[in-house]
Each structure stands twice: as structure tokens, then as C-alpha cells.
């Protein structure tokens, strides 16, 4: 990363829109968008979007519709494509028609008058922590990023690791510089008890994380405390993640226009429900009454009788999420934690997803980093599974279907895989193949037109399909052996 310049992203925005939460009204923000929302009836505007929705997503519903007529006939693999097929018009179906950016007004819906929600002060006060462990060469960029937030009143505490690189002379010169604090530990305790050190020393309203090799918008911090403050019933949101280092090669672009449909198709839809599975460690947000109950056990989490040592941003999730269910005793486990002594209310929180904070993180640019990278993040899906799963379907059928559907898809993959890669092939069923084959591209280019669609006049959407092909082809393969390895852990900052 060149830590030479604070922006390094072509097009990154300058500033952001007006000021912090809690100032002006979100409608009287200037911008581009103020007089469409001031002149247009939001139930008409509504009414066009999911037409417009509908229109672009008709060749895909005809295509589905021809093949669901002929479904007794169908063999068990082109039933699954079809299931797939289904799946992917619904998601962004639900998260075009139906997702609205926290940070940019009001919701068309609200909760309902038994759920309550306390609201939080119009400019409350933020904890901005990270930790880190030998990122000599990105660090200065990341904490720049994080001094240069235009949400006023911002205090950031860096946690460094027991660096061993260098890392700790670049802090303490950024320390005296921008006036940040630096906890400095003597030997090496791993992200999450880290972070948790941290946020001993967070007495705000609420507290934000990021990663070591991320890079933020200015706005994108206030935009999140912007959404929090406006909408009482969020307990937690996630920040839009792109890719940093996309001149690093192919592979790193690819995983950028990835990156782009995981947060603004998956979270969109997820968010659409109040229910975003996953904030992610680029940009998280909580608010200190929905999370810091639960932090010594997100710190001490065990799984199969093993320390969990991954830094699971999915299990931090979990804990809001499903708090109403399982807070009360996770409570009584820790209960001699100074953590606990300040006892929340157990709420029924939900979580969400702000497109316009903008955040860059590198991605792996090799092979090896990428595979080792994905397989952090399967065991950690493997580890929430446990925990989120046995709560989500009671978060309604919206919440319930996306997230077990896309378990089920995940579960299916190396199945999927192995029948049409190695049975199929040794059947002499290469037509069954290469169907498979299709059926993966036709899908990478529906994302990589979607990506097209917010961004016009990009070329980059051609790039989706390779990470389709990727995906199915290479990385199904990774979740039998993250299963089989789940019990080994290391320091990871960006496991999911």
C-alpha cells in the first residue's frame, strides 16, 4: 500500500455531504439527490423502481418460467440450476426494489410499536479502534484514513500487537502527529482480545472498528453514525467495501467487482430485513448498548472444545442479532466481566448496511494469500453456522430464507462440484459439464451486468464471471477442508 497519499482511489470522494449525525436533517443535506426526494411522492418513486426491477429482470424470470413448466422431466442437476437461478433473481430483486441507504433518510418502514428502541444523542460521541500486528507498510495509510474522518468529536485508539516489523515506530510518530492513542501490549494476544482491550478504554455511545489494510472515505464513519442516529432500531451497521489495490493484477480485480455485488446485492437484500449477517471488519459499527454485553465472549469464543482464535466479524454480528434468544445467558457466563457490570437490555435488534460509506481494503494479489484467506472465512462460517443458525428463523421469513438460503448454497457447492467436475467426467457425461459450466457463467455475467447497471460506462462488470468460474471450479473445494482444519487458528485481521 503507498502510504505516500491519503486517497489512492481514482474517484474517492473528497469530503462528504453536509455534517456529522444529529446536526441537519438528513433532507436538508445538499446534494444531488435533495430535490428529487423533495419533489417526488416516495411511494410513487417506490412503485417505479420495483417496475423498473421487474423489467430487467424479465429475460431471467422467462428463462426460469420455460424450464419450471418442463420440472417433472428434469434431471436433479438442472433442478439445482434452477433453484440457483431463482435464488439469484430474488436477492436482487429484494435488493433493488427494496434497499434504502440508512445514511440518506427515512425509511418507508419502520418497526412496529412493541419493539422500542432508546435513541441515541444527535451527535454521539465515537470510539474508532483498530488493531494491528506487523503492517509496517500499510498502517500509516489506515490510520491516516481514520484521523482524516469529517465526523467531528472522534476519538481513535490503535491496539498494537506486539509488532515485531516496525509497525510500532510508525505509530508512535502518527501518535504524537494526530494525537491518536496507541495501546501497546507486551506479547501478542490475537485480534480479537485486541480489540476488546480497546474498547476497556471506550466509554462513547458507539464504537467502530476497521482493519489495518483498509483505507476510508472521509464521510464514511459519519455516514454510519449518521444511520444509527436516524434510525434508533439499528444496533449495528456495515460500511461498502471495495477493492484498494486493484492495480496489483487480475485476481485483485476480479475480487474488487466481487467485493462490489457481495455489499451492495447480498447486504442490500439482507439489510432490506434489518438483518445483515455479517458486518464487516473494513468499516463496523455498533452501538455500545447492543454489543458490549457480549464482547468477552466474542473474545474467549470456543468451538468443537477449542479456543476460536479467528477475529469472526460474523459472530460479533450474531451477538446482536440473536441477543433477544441468547444474550441473557452468554450474561450469566460472564458474568464477572467488567463488561456485564453495565447490563443492557436484551433487544431485538437490526442490523444494517450504509452503501455510501466507502471503504477500500487490499485483497490477496496471489493465489495463496486468496486460498488461505478463504479458507479463515469458511471455518469462520462454519463456526457462526452453530450460532446464528440457531436463531435466524425467528427473525421472520424474509431474514430466515435469505440466510439458510444461502447456507444451503454454500453446503451444495463442493457437492455440486464434485458431480459435475470428477463424476460426471468419469461417466462420460461431458455434456452434464459443460452445462454446469454454462450455468456458472450465465450466472457471473447477471452479477457482472448488475455491476454495469450501477456503474455505467465501467467495463469492469467482465471481470464478474471469472470470480463465478473461480469460485465453483477451485474454492467449493475449500469448505471440506476448512471443516476438516477448523480447530487451527492464527492472528488474522481480515477473517469474516
Known amino acids: 500500500m503507498n502510504t505516500g497519499h491519503t486517497y489512492p482511489v481514482p474517484g474517492r470522494p473528497v469530503g462528504?455531504?453536509?455534517?456529522?449525525?444529529?446536526?441537519?436533517?438528513?433532507?436538508?443535506?445538499?446534494?444531488?439527490?435533495?430535490?428529487?426526494?423533495?419533489?417526488?411522492?416516495p411511494a410513487l418513486a417506490h412503485g417505479v423502481r420495483r417496475l423498473l426491477v421487474l423489467l430487467c429482470l424479465m429475460p431471467l424470470l422467462v428463462v426460469l418460467a420455460h424450464h419450471t413448466a418442463r420440472?417433472?422431466?428434469?434431471?436433479?442437476?438442472?433442478?439445482?440450476?434452477?433453484?440457483?437461478?431463482?435464488?439469484?433473481?430474488?436477492?436482487?430483486?429484494?435488493?433493488?426494489?427494496?434497499?434504502?441507504?440508512?445514511?440518506?433518510?427515512?425509511?418507508?418502514?419502520?418497526?412496529?410499536?412493541?419493539e422500542s428502541f432508546p435513541p441515541l444523542p444527535g451527535n454521539p460521541a465515537v470510539t474508532f479502534m483498530l488493531a494491528v500486528k506487523d503492517e509496517v507498510?500499510?498502517?500509516?495509510?489506515?490510520?491516516?484514513?481514520?484521523?482524516?474522518?469529517?465526523?467531528?468529536g472522534v476519538r481513535i485508539i490503535v491496539v498494537d500487537d506486539h509488532s515485531q516489523d516496525g509497525t510500532g515506530d510508525v505509530l508512535r510518530r502518527l501518535e504524537d502527529e494526530l494525537g491518536i492513542t496507541v495501546v501497546r501490549l507486551d506479547a501478542n494476544v490475537g485480534k480479537k482480545h485486541a480489540l476488546v482491550r480497546a474498547c476497556e478504554l471506550a466509554g462513547t455511545e458507539i464504537i467502530a472498528?476497521?482493519?489495518?489494510?483498509?483505507v476510508l472515505a472521509p464521510d464514511a464513519l459519519r455516514r454510519c453514525v449518521r444511520?444509527?442516529?436516524?434510525?434508533?432500531?439499528?444496533?449495528?451497521?456495515?460500511?461498502?467495501?471495495?477493492?484498494?489495490?486493484?492495480?496489483?493484477?487480475?485476481?485483485?480485480?476480479?475480487?474488487?467487482?466481487?467485493?462490489?455485488g457481495q455489499f451492495r446485492v447480498a447486504k442490500a437484500a439482507e439489510?432490506?430485513?434489518g438483518s445483515v449477517s455479517c458486518v464487516s471488519g473494513p468499516l463496523a459499527v455498533f452501538r455500545r448498548d447492543a454489543v458490549y454485553n457480549y464482547l468477552p465472549a466474542w473474545a474467549d469464543d470456543r468451538f468443537m472444545g477449542a479456543?476460536?482464535?479467528?477475529?469472526t466479524d460474523r459472530q460479533l454480528t450474531g451477538y446482536v442479532l440473536g441477543q433477544v434468544w441468547r444474550?441473557?445467558?452468554?450474561?450469566?457466563?460472564?458474568?464477572?466481566?467488567?463488561?456485564?457490570?453495565?447490563?443492557?437490555?436484551?433487544?431485538?435488534?437490526?442490523?444494517?448496511?450504509?452503501?455510501?460509506?466507502?471503504?477500500?481494503?487490499?485483497?490477496?494479489?496471489?493465489?495463496?494469500?486468496?486460498?488461505?484467506?478463504?479458507?479463515?472465512?469458511?471455518?469462520?462460517?462454519?463456526?457462526?453456522?452453530?450460532?446464528?443458525?440457531?436463531?435466524?428463523?425467528?427473525?421472520?421469513?424474509?431474514?430466515?430464507?435469505?440466510?439458510?438460503?444461502?447456507?444451503?448454497?454454500?453446503?451444495?457447492?463442493?457437492?455440486?462440484?464434485?458431480?459435475?467436475?470428477?463424476w460426471a467426467p468419469a461417466q462420460g457425461a461431458l455434456l452434464l459439464t459443460l452445462l454446469y459450466f454454462c450455468g456458472v457463467l450465465l450466472k457471473g455475467c447477471v452479477w457482472g451486468l448488475a455491476y454495469r447497471i450501477d456503474h455505467p460506462g465501467d467495463t469492469r462488470w467482465r471481470y464478474r464471471p471469472f470470480m463465478s468460474l473461480f469460485s465453483s471450479v477451485l474454492l467449493a473445494w475449500l469448505l471440506p477442508y476448512s471443516l476438516l482444519t477448523v480447530r487451527r487458528g492464527v492472528w488474522s485481521r481480515g477473517a469474516v
Open 227 to 260: 444511520a444509527l442516529v436516524t434510525h434508533p432500531e439499528l444496533g449495528a451497521v456495515s460500511g461498502h467495501c471495495r477493492a484498494l489495490n486493484t492495480d496489483a493484477g487480475f485476481l485483485a480485480r476480479v475480487q474488487d467487482v466481487w467485493y462490489e
Open 16 to 41: 462528504g455531504e453536509g455534517v456529522c449525525a444529529g446536526l441537519p436533517a438528513p433532507d436538508a443535506v445538499p446534494g444531488p439527490r435533495t430535490p428529487a426526494r423533495r419533489v417526488t411522492d
Open 137 to 152: 507498510d500499510g498502517i500509516e495509510a489506515c490510520v491516516r484514513s481514520m484521523a482524516a474522518s469529517d465526523c467531528p
Open 271 to 273: 439489510a432490506s430485513f
Open 327 to 422: 444474550g441473557a445467558a452468554l450474561k450469566r457466563r460472564y458474568a464477572g466481566s467488567p463488561f456485564v457490570e453495565e447490563d443492557f437490555a436484551e433487544r431485538r435488534w437490526h442490523v444494517g448496511y450504509v452503501r455510501s460509506a466507502k471503504v477500500w481494503t487490499d485483497v490477496p494479489a496471489r493465489l495463496g494469500p486468496l486460498l488461505r484467506q478463504q479458507v479463515r472465512w469458511k471455518k469462520s462460517f462454519i463456526r457462526n453456522l452453530f450460532f446464528t443458525g440457531s436463531f435466524m428463523w425467528r427473525r421472520g421469513a424474509g431474514s430466515a430464507v435469505l440466510y439458510y438460503g444461502h447456507v444451503l448454497w454454500v453446503l451444495a457447492a463442493p457437492v455440486t462440484a464434485f458431480l459435475h467436475l470428477v
Open 307 to 311: 479456543p476460536f482464535r479467528f477475529a
Open 209 to 214: 472498528f476497521t482493519d489495518s489494510d483498509c
Open 71 to 114: 420440472l417433472p422431466r428434469l434431471s436433479l442437476p438442472v433442478c439445482y440450476g434452477l433453484v440457483v437461478l431463482a435464488g439469484t433473481i430474488a436477492m436482487l430483486y429484494i435488493a433493488y426494489s427494496r434497499y434504502e441507504d440508512p445514511a440518506e433518510g427515512e425509511p418507508r418502514v419502520r418497526p412496529g410499536p412493541e
